[in-house]
């Protein structure tokens, strides 16, 4: 079968909008290649730029346990951050703008004009945890940008160089005051400086590259977890709280 990238990408942005994500995985006979479903993830982009938006990172998905086990499958995988989807830590968010929001806790990075790393600081990952083909993949999963709903940011007050974490033990993810999730800060084998050095490359090989200042997710050892109206949600390292969010 032919498959029209651009208008899949068309397709793909309106139902984001619509906050109905991926309904082209209804179809029990669509498919998508790896690589046609980052040509779909990266037109998307491309459409949101021209929209006014603006790229500002990636977020490096599925290396960790948590969301291995969740989904089945192993990644990395890549997603593309946009500026008008960071929020300040102590932000209150509608649930009704997301589609099955889970959350996860995570660590962040930020590059520097060599783009490598300058600093590091826990972040919420805001998602849209939806599948719609008859089995999880991959490819759905990279179409979807990931799932990437945006970032709950601890920036202002918790972007320290990266040394100041190195001898943190855990990241915990706390829902109304209960700790649900707990695990290492960096899932990958060598730290951020090997989620850096994966997205470096994979990014050549799709004509991108990370510019200096952009904001990288490293991924995380914890799983996503939905989270509804009325809940709290705070990240904490080495149980001190760093970063929260409200969801109405």
Request: hydrophobic share 40%; net charge negative.
């Given at each position: 079968?032919?498959?029209?990238?651009?208008?899949?990408?068309?397709?793909?942005?309106?139902?984001?909008?619509?906050?109905?994500?991926?309904?082209?995985?209804?179809?029990?006979?669509?498919?998508?290649?790896?690589?046609?479903?980052?040509?779909?993830?990266?037109?998307?982009?491309?459409?949101?730029?021209?929209?006014?938006?603006?790229?500002?990172?990636?977020?490096?998905?599925?290396?960790?346990?948590?969301?291995t086990?969740?989904?089945?499958?192993?990644?990395?995988?890549?997603?593309?951050l946009?500026?008008?989807?960071?929020?300040?830590?102590?932000?209150?968010?509608?649930?009704?703008?997301?589609?099955?929001?889970?959350?996860?806790?995570?660590?962040?990075?930020?590059?520097d004009?060599?783009?490598?790393i300058?600093?590091?600081?826990?972040?919420?990952?805001?998602?849209?945890?939806?599948?719609?083909?008859?089995?999880?993949?991959l490819?759905?999963?990279?179409?979807?940008?990931?799932?990437?709903?945006?970032?709950?940011?601890?920036?202002?007050?918790?972007?320290?160089?990266?040394?100041?974490?190195?001898?943190?033990?855990?990241?915990?993810?706390?829902?109304?005051?209960?700790e649900?999730?707990?695990?290492?800060?960096?899932?990958?084998e060598?730290?951020?400086?090997?989620?850096?050095?994966?997205?470096?490359?994979?990014?050549?090989?799709?004509?991108l590259?990370?510019?200096?200042?952009?904001?990288?997710?490293?991924?995380?050892?914890?799983?996503?977890?939905k989270?509804?109206a009325?809940?709290?949600?705070?990240?904490?390292?080495?149980?001190?709280?760093?970063?929260?969010?409200?969801?109405?």
């Open positions: 079968m032919i498959k029209n990238i651009q208008k899949i990408a068309h397709r793909q942005l309106q139902d984001y909008k619509n906050i109905n994500p991926g309904t082209c995985f209804s179809d029990k006979k669509f498919n998508l290649s790896i690589h046609e479903a980052y040509a779909v993830q990266d037109l998307v982009a491309g459409l949101r730029s021209a929209e006014g938006e603006a790229v500002i990172g990636f977020k490096v998905g599925c290396t960790g346990p948590g969301t086990k969740l989904f089945g499958m192993q990644g990395p995988i890549r997603g593309t946009f500026d008008k989807e960071v929020y300040e830590s102590g932000v209150e968010l509608n649930a009704n703008n997301f589609c099955n929001l889970a959350v996860e806790a995570e660590m962040a990075i930020k590059v004009a060599d783009r490598n300058l600093s590091a600081f826990p972040i919420i990952e805001l998602h849209n945890l939806v599948f719609r083909a008859p089995q999880k993949s490819s759905e999963l990279i179409a979807n940008n990931g799932l990437n709903r945006g970032i709950v940011s601890s920036a202002k007050t918790w972007e320290k160089q990266l040394e100041f974490y190195e001898n943190k033990l855990a990241l915990s993810l706390e829902v109304n005051g209960s649900i999730d707990s695990g290492e800060l960096w899932p990958m060598g730290g951020p400086t090997s989620s850096l050095h994966w997205l470096k490359n994979h990014l050549v090989d799709h004509d590259e990370i510019l200096p200042g952009n904001i990288i997710l490293g991924g995380t050892a914890l799983g996503l977890h989270v509804q009325g809940d709290r949600i705070d990240v904490k390292v080495d149980g001190e709280k760093v970063v929260n969010c409200f969801i109405n």
